[in-house]
């Protein structure tokens, strides 16, 4: 007796099997990304305060090496002679910010090992490339991930290509073009670390016509800012654990589109002088209630230390160039300075605790 086989019939899966299955693809996909995309995000997050954690460290050792003070671009035409460079130390020999311009050169010549970087005329680096005078003390290799956020997307993508972005090749990038910018920092310094708290009766900085623009004040007579920047410490720092030292002037990492730290609803990793980093909300000068709910305050408001005696804040004007975040309302551009303009400076407080009165000072 022989057995049958059924020769016609070959083993698969249905069509409502197969789109049963995809279905189940697909909802476990719409489970998951979310769940990714907020690792990642906290990834990010965890990068980013790390960073400004190591730059916090350093400069607790920077200032236990050097006698307390503050790094900061300190060379003058009287130290010339300690830059590398010939034509950086002919620079430098004409004192004040062309002596500081030498010196962040030099550093940048040094640290990439590309002797043929150009000397920039007229170049104010102490507001937003003070970072390479630590970065020199720490060795570093530039450019450096280290004082970049991850999800500050331009200045990560100019850092992969130094020389082509002085070519024109990314867009958007800042105008004039500079081949500094790809050695430039995420993560600003407050103006008292390097400068003095006022400038009411002795020279100083206060804020210029735009966020990212300071003016340099003489009313003594010194022609030489020079000779008055670079010359803190951080036993002058007060309250260090409420002081803020670097921050972000923008908010990366709350929501899906980043924005001005000036906002009431910006929450940046800020580092303070005892080397803590926090994520710190900025709030706003009073409490309005957004969406139903009572915003509540934060940081402190800040002063002008060309008008230490004056209640009010100093108020940014933030103008933003095409590689910036833009405005979220069209006429609305003018913040309070917060922790970037502190009431009283190195003396003052930007976190729980109420900011100096005018008479502390």
Not at 150 to 155: A, G
Not at 204 to 230: I, K, R
């Amino acid at each position: 007796m022989m057995c049958g086989r059924n020769v016609g019939r070959k083993s698969g899966f249905t069509l409502i099997e197969l789109l049963v299955v995809i279905a189940i693809i697909a909802l476990l996909i719409g489970i998951l990304l979310p769940a990714l995309g907020e690792a990642r995000k906290s990834g990010r997050i965890t990068i980013c305060t790390a960073n400004m954690k190591q730059l916090g460290v350093a400069t607790q050792s920077y200032t236990a090496d050097y006698q307390d003070r503050l790094y900061a671009f300190t060379i003058s035409s009287a130290t010339a002679n300690l830059l590398t460079f010939p034509d950086l130390i002919a620079q430098a020999g004409a004192g004040g910010l062309e002596a500081h311009s030498a010196q962040a050169v030099d550093i940048i010549r040094r640290r990439t090992g590309r002797d043929n970087f150009d000397q920039v005329n007229g170049w104010i680096p102490d507001v937003l490339y003070t970072h390479l005078v630590l970065q020199d003390y720490l060795a570093s290799r530039l450019p450096e991930k280290l004082v970049v956020c991850p999800e500050d997307r331009n200045r990560n993508l100019w850092q992969t290509d130094p020389v082509g972005f002085a070519n024109g090749i990314f867009i958007p990038s800042p105008s004039p073009i500079s081949p500094r910018w790809p050695y430039s920092s995420t993560y600003e310094h407050v103006y008292c670390h390097y400068s003095p708290d006022r400038c009411d009766n002795g020279p100083g900085v206060t804020q210029g016509t735009q966020h990212n623009y300071y003016q340099f004040l003489n009313p003594t007579g010194v022609a030489d800012p020079g000779s008055y920047l670079g010359r803190r410490k951080l036993s002058q720092v007060t309250f260090t654990s409420q002081k803020v030292q670097m921050y972000d002037n923008q908010c990366r990492h709350r929501g899906k589109s980043q924005f001005y730290y000036g906002y009431a609803d910006a929450v940046c990793p800020l580092l303070f002088y005892d080397a803590s980093v926090r994520l710190k909300k900025t709030g706003p000068a009073q409490d309005p209630i957004v969406n139903g709910v009572r915003e509540p305050f934060e940081a402190n408001g800040g002063w002008d230390p060309a008008s230490p005696r004056s209640t009010f804040a100093l108020n940014v004007i933030y103008a933003p160039d095409l590689w910036e975040t833009p405005l979220r309302t069209a006429g609305q551009n003018s913040f309070p300075g917060f922790y970037k303009w502190t009431r009283g400076g190195l003396k003052g407080i930007d976190y729980d605790g109420q900011e100096l009165n005018t008479r502390s000072y």
